[in-house]
């Protein structure tokens, strides 16, 4: 089991970093993938770790640790009613909106291993086809995590990976076969910007995002952390625009321009015009 000072320093150090929150309870989670850690990086355990991230902490060892704590699961078109949504009410009502400009810009703010704005992309490609001819379109993915990033930009899912929530259609439609991986199509890849952001830092992007999803990711931030990077989300949406959470969260607050919106099963919130 893993000593508590050696869980508090990892803790810490992660929130510190990235804001994410571990709570107690979460001990065997740390320790196994802790331990993966170490043993990749040549050292014992996590317990050898520790002595070293103690000691002799670099920005590269402090970037895998959080890499190695952050990472979460994810899967195409998760929930399937938030697209749903984008796709019978949102996007068209965004594409009467921005009409003259001609600009679509979407944000997947915490898109680990990249099935988010994939699904975005697919979405796109396969209701709205005439945007892609004729419009900008923007898709912005970005994590944390520098592995999640890697294999995103990658495009290359195992079998497990495809079979939760893309349809067989999209499938056939958007991948090619590679030996035992599928490999998403280039013109759905060209569509999207992959960059490292970290959340509770200050955004240095203009407030023009008309979709921002960003979720179950305020669930893993304590209280001030969680109002501090949904403010940040808030002022980066453009009037007009939309942010999505998860399921199951709700917004730490709601600012006087911002509304709550529900739209089928979906809760979703609204900035005004």
Known sequence: MMKPEIFNFFTLLVEKASGISLKSGKEYLLQSRLD?????LGYKNHEELYQVAKTKLTRQLLDQIIDALTTNETYFFRDQHPFEALRKEIIPELIEKRKTKKVLKFWSAACSTGQEPYSIAMLLKEYFPDLLSSWRIEILASDISDSALKKAKSGIYSQIEVNRGLPVTFL???FKQQGAHWVIDESLKKLIVFRKINLVEPLRLTPSYDVI???????YFSPDMKKKVWDNLCRVLAPGGYIFLGATELAPSLPPDMEKKTIGRTVCYRKKD
Do not use: F
Not at 213 to 219: A, D, K, S, T
């Open 213 to 219: 999803l960003c979720r179950y990711v305020l669930i």
């Open 172 to 174: 056939v439609k958007y």
């Open 36 to 40: 993966e850690l170490a043993k990749a």
